[in-house]
């Protein structure tokens, strides 16, 4: 468990911030850009879990647990993956969590034949909102990884995360029915 008695410290008034090793990085650096990525889409996806219930709600909460995970992961910098007592790391199991919710909610959402518009319902489209800031996230995440290692599963994870967003706003758009969809060139 964590336990803050303190919530500033001055420690970063310098424009650095503490990393999990201890190591101090600036605070405009790819791996705080990243961690800051992830930390919006939690948020986006705090805000769509508030106009949902029951199962969608749930899964959102995991969710929004994972990327605190992914978030720990990130700021654990070094090449060595595995996870421990005192070393969180997205493993593959979160990975493939995701995806068996992506398989169920495809068996249940009628066919695309269209691209769709961010919208419909207000839970879909606040879930549109939380799966772009996931794809914001994950571009940030692949930057870093550009430079510095990070944990192919961490990537994996946000790769599926937006994939899995996408079917639980056609859900939350009565299992695709009430999808907006695109019409390319209509306002020509």
């Not at 961690?35 to 996806?45: F, H, R, T």
């Not at 695709?176 to 060139?185: K, L």
Request: with cysteine; proline share 5%; charged share 20%.
């Amino acid at each position: 468990m964590v336990k803050l008695n303190k919530i500033y410290t001055r420690t970063g008034d310098d424009g650095t911030t503490g990393l999990v090793d201890g190591s101090r990085t600036a605070k405009h650096g790819l791996r705080i850009e990243a961690i800051g990525a992830v930390d919006e889409a939690n948020s986006a996806i705090g805000l769509a879990a508030t106009g949902v219930d029951g199962a969608p709600h749930d899964a959102l909460v995991r969710i929004q647990n994972d990327l605190f995970d992914c978030g720990a992961d990130l700021a654990t910098p070094g090449a060595d993956f595995t996870p421990s007592e005192m070393v969180l790391r997205i493993v593959a199991p979160q990975v493939a969590w995701l995806e068996a919710a992506i398989d169920a909610a495809t068996a249940r959402l009628e066919p695309l034949t269209s691209f769709i518009l961010p919208g419909g319902s207000e839970a879909a489209a606040r879930t549109h909102v939380a799966r772009a800031a996931v794809r914001r996230a994950e571009r940030a995440v692949t930057a870093l990884a550009g430079a510095e290692p990070v944990n192919p599963q961490a990537l994996a994870y946000l790769n599926r995360l937006s994939d899995y967003l996408f079917v639980l706003a056609r859900e939350l758009n009565d299992g695709g029915r009430a999808d907006v969809t695109w019409i390319p060139g209509a306002n020509r």
